[in-house]
């Protein structure tokens, strides 16, 4: 009795009332299907139960599960409808031949994709570079082409980034993919406009996300494609997601597209997709209104390039294509929230810019219809790399112009990881933006932040290079053991001690002022300091910086060595303050022949006279008669080889101040 208690337990296990999930999924990895909702928020229960394709006005959803997906979802007791897949509609027109899949209306078999790709290289050596990913859980390849001149180098270009049909039964964008890349190589030096995107950014293309999907009955035809990856994944479920983090399950594929992606400094990147016609900006993981909602950052900018790809496919279709949802455009979780999608990945955390593009309402077209959503689709292709270019771009070194990673941020404008990093191989980076004034901090440990001026972009296609130096906060180097600055008056006296000395070492003195209170991080060198020589003992030096103006001054020292190496000190700041009065100084040397130095100082600028009198009173010539700052000022005078020894008399003059000393020139 209880042996068949057992029994009876373990079949219902598998049936759901009258259902039997195994003659659901009988010669099945995936099964797609629909059912209706009453209310929204259902689906974000739904969302992590299942893998939603479509919700078709807010009620009926169409989906994809794999068997223990399914089992899940059958616990919510839905009605639904089990829909023929969509790769098993048609029997695609396929091809093994280059010639013939060149004309583009015919999908490849798995082996003349990778020759097609290897092709593209041979052909285009200069400009085409194969890189493989790496391999699929049953050992296909992940491919891109590089696209760029000087294929061979990582240059201070922009990289841009297309890929498609990660879902393997969405097979449009991977026909289209490989006729762009063969339109961009046939037209470099040809067309004016696809040279100039090949010369100055770095395009990479990825034809085929999921080739174990697409190719699930073998390598010779996507008939009976699927969805999921070989282990019946979601792979746009299974990226990094916002609110969940890594994937605990993360499929072989996802890893090959983070490594790509966390190698390289991807800015700008598009996902093809099909099943609907729309371009879906972020986020996925939150709607954009209601409850839990989030914007990002760069909205208003998104749906203006997700219009942009809309609005020209619909200019070149017929009525209909790329008109649906907003215009041919969508916020993500506005139309249904998922998690773990790369779209959200690129966004959240490799700090780009990526949206999801449904290319064409039937996921498998016959292939004849492929040079249509060619024609559709191509202008767009174009225009959406080219938003790489616009925006506020540049390069970030440090001083002594080694490229530098750095964290780029918009003053009062970043949020949710919105803010982009320069890229730490070239230092390049690009912040594509709506038209508006924005300021840029840039911030890099062990360096001081850099604040912009405010900078002005005019329009969607303005372009704006701020190129920055970073200026290391650099300890003081080992050898240094003190460096100090004093003020005197207008003067900073510089001291400071080494520990050792080597052979040919001096020290460059070098200056960085504060006018306003903003930083100007020109290093000015004001001095250089020849080393002492060889010894052990410590070694003190001085260096004065005279008749400086009133601000706020940053010294630091550059330890030149014999091999060409050399080492910051840390900083010292000194302020020179304006004077508070006038006052003229008692000359020195005094008496004096036949030079000496007059001083004075002035809490205001205006013009300044300094007059010599002789014992009479009568004016024997002028010394000073000019407009200076408020500050400390001196002058040297040298008395003329006819002027006789004895007393006069110095007057300086500015405005109503007046004063007057007494001076001894001695023969
Ligand atoms: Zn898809």
Redo the contacts with the bound molecule.
């Keep these: 009795m209880k042996n068949i208690f057992t029994l009876l337990l373990i079949s219902t296990s598998l049936l759901f009332g009258q259902i039997d999930i195994r003659e659901i999924f009988e010669n099945k990895s995936e099964v797609y299907f629909k059912f209706e909702i009453i209310d929204r928020s259902e689906l974000n229960i739904l969302t992590n139960i299942i893998s939603i394709?479509n919700v078709v006005n807010g009620k009926t959803v169409y989906a994809y599960a794999n068997i223990n997906e399914f089992e899940e979802f059958l616990k919510l007791n839905y009605d639904f409808e089990i829909l023929p897949n969509p790769s098993s509609l048609i029997v695609p027109d396929m091809s093994s031949n280059l010639e013939d899949i060149t004309a583009w209306d015919v999908y490849p078999t798995y082996d003349a994709y990778v020759n097609l790709m290897n092709q593209f290289q041979t052909n285009y050596p200069q400009i085409c570079k194969i890189v493989d990913a790496g391999n699929t859980v049953q050992g296909r390849k992940i491919l891109f082409v590089k696209i760029s001149d000087n294929v061979e180098q990582r240059e201070a270009e922009p990289q841009f980034m297309y890929t498609s049909s990660?879902?393997g039964d969405?097979l449009t964008g991977y026909v289209l993919m490989l006729r762009l890349i063969d339109s961009l190589l046939t037209s470099y030096g040809n067309d004016a406009r696809i040279t100039n995107m090949i010369n100055n950014a770095e395009i990479w293309i990825n034809p085929l996300a999921n080739p174990d999907g697409t190719y699930r009955s073998g390598n010779n035809t996507v008939s009976g494609a699927t969805?999921y990856n070989f282990n019946n994944y979601d792979l746009?479920r299974n990226f990094p997601d916002p609110v969940y983090g890594v994937n605990a399950n993360q499929q072989i594929e996802v890893t090959r597209f983070r490594t790509i992606q966390e190698a390289n400094n991807f800015s700008l990147i598009a996902n093809f997709?099909?099943?609907a016609e729309v371009v879906n900006y972020p986020w996925d993981t939150w709607a954009n209104t209601g409850t839990n909602s989030r914007i990002h950052a760069d909205q208003t900018w998104y749906q203006y390039i997700s219009h942009l790809y809309a609005d020209t496919c619909q200019t070149y279709s017929p009525s209909g294509y790329m008109s649906g949802f907003d215009d041919g455009t969508t916020n993500g979780g506005d139309w249904y929230v998922i998690h773990g999608g790369r779209q959200d990945y690129t966004n959240w955390y490799r700090h780009g810019r990526e949206v999801?593009i449904?290319i064409s309402n039937t996921k498998l077209p016959p292939a004849s219809q492929l040079p249509s959503f060619w024609e559709y689709n191509k202008r767009s292709f174009l225009n959406y790399i080219e938003h790489i270019f616009y925006g506020i771009n540049g390069i970030v070194t440090d001083t002594a112009g080694n490229p530098l990673r750095a964290k780029i941020t918009i003053i009062s404008h970043d949020y949710d990881s919105s803010e982009v990093y320069s890229d730490g191989v070239t230092g390049f980076y690009t912040r594509m933006i709506q038209p508006g004034n924005y300021t840029l901090k840039f911030q890099s440990p062990g360096f001081f932040d850099f604040i912009t001026d405010q900078i002005q972009i005019a329009n969607y296609n303005s372009s704006v290079t701020v190129n920055v130096q970073m200026v290391p906060t650099a300890p003081i180097p080992v050898e240094l053991v003190s460096f100090t600055a004093n003020v005197n008056k207008n003067d900073v006296e510089l001291n400071w001690t080494t520990a050792t000395e080597t052979n040919n070492r001096g020290f460059e003195i070098q200056r960085s002022v504060i006018p306003n209170g903003v930083r100007n991080l020109v290093w000015e060198v004001v001095g250089f300091l020849n080393g002492n020589g060889t010894t052990t003992e410590p070694m003190n030096y001085s260096f004065i910086d005279k008749n400086l103006s009133a601000g706020i001054y940053t010294y630091r020292l550059k330890q030149i060595d014999l091999d060409g190496g050399y080492k910051y000190s840390g900083e010292v700041e000194v302020t020179i303050e304006s004077p508070a009065y006038f006052s003229l100084e008692q000359n020195y040397p005094n008496p004096f022949n036949p030079s000496t130095v007059i001083s004075w100082q002035s809490p205001v600028s205006g013009w300044q006279t300094i007059k010599l009198f002789d014992i009479l009173g009568r004016e024997v010539e002028t010394i000073v008669d000019g407009y200076y700052d408020a500050g400390f000022h001196s002058t040297l005078y040298i008395a003329n080889s006819s002027l006789p020894s004895g007393v006069y008399f110095y007057q300086l003059k500015a405005g109503e101040y007046s004063d007057i000393k007494k001076m001894i020139l001695m023969r």
């Design positions: 394709d990660m879902h969405e969805r746009n997709h099909g099943g999801t449904e």
